[in-house]
Antibody
Framework: EVQLVESGGGLIQPGRSLRLSCTAS????????MSWFRQAPGKGLEWVGF??????????EYAASVKGRFTLSRDDSVSVAYLQMNSLKTEDTAVYYC?????????????WGQGTLVTVSS | DIVMTQTPLSLSVTPGQPASISCKSS???????????LYWYLQKPGQSPQLLIY???NRFSGVPDRFSGSGSGTDFTLKISRVEAEDVGIYYC?????????FGQGTRLEIK
């Protein structure tokens, strides 16, 4: 059974940094891209970015709203994907979800974690 | 960016009746590989989104056959043949043919 568990969320002041983790199980993590999405309170879904599998270059892509501030990485040895968030803004307040897939056109974002809430506030 | 427009934004359906949600994209979602990169997700209350349909019309594993997707190019539809109480939530269409990946605004389905 595919499982994705996000962690690391919490209350953080504007301008500070936070790192989210996504721990995966039930599939060959190293073979999959990992994507992140977010959902502001009461709002719709927004794509944050993805990191491709090592076989696909391990490269990353980001939404314009987070480019230069957020960094995706992965540790295939422990099946964990990371979202490093720097220079946080109040508008980054959201539930952050990780998903399997997304790095290639035919790689469906099929399984989602339960999400972790990040609240950016002074 | 590709703009995804869903209609209606909300609908109230009697159990056992059909429901239909439209999603229109500002650009064609048909790729040169002949696949169309349009997906449907359902976010049930208090839960994370779950994949219903991929590439327009393919039901994901475990999705009941009362859900069906259709369409081409820029116009797509999700249909529920007979709505059940467990179908309540917000339905989103999503495109992945071009970055950034974008979603429709969501359609809230409630039961009468």
């Amino acid at each position: 059974e595919v499982q994705l568990v996000e962690s690391g969320g919490g209350l953080i002041q504007p301008g500070r940094s936070l790192r989210l983790s996504c721990t995966a199980s039930g599939f060959t993590f190293g073979d999959s891209a990992m994507s992140w999405f977010r959902q502001a309170p009461g709002k719709g879904l927004e794509w944050v970015g993805f990191i491709r599998s090592k076989a696909s270059g391990g490269t990353t892509e980001y939404a314009a709203s987070v480019k230069g501030r957020f960094t995706l990485s992965r540790d295939d040895s422990v099946s964990v994907a990371y979202l490093q968030m720097n220079s946080l803004k109040t508008e980054d307040t959201a539930v952050y979800y990780c998903t399997r897939g997304g790095g290639r056109l035919d790689e469906v974002c099929d399984y989602w974690g339960q999400g972790t809430l990040v609240t950016v506030s002074s | 960016d590709i703009v995804m427009t869903q209609t209606p934004l909300s609908l109230s359906v009697t159990p056992g009746q059909p429901a239909s949600i439209s999603c229109k994209s500002s650009q064609s979602l048909l790729h040169s590989d002949r696949k169309t990169y349009l997906y449907w997700y359902l976010q049930k209350p208090g839960q994370s989104p779950q994949l219903l349909i991929y590439e327009v019309s393919n039901r994901f594993s475990g999705v009941p056959d009362r859900f069906s997707g259709s369409g081409s190019g820029t116009d797509f539809t999700l249909k529920i043949s007979r709505v059940e109480a467990e179908d309540v939530g917000i339905y989103y269409c999503m495109q992945t043919i071009q970055l950034p990946i974008t979603f429709g605004q969501g359609t809230r389905l409630e039961i009468k």
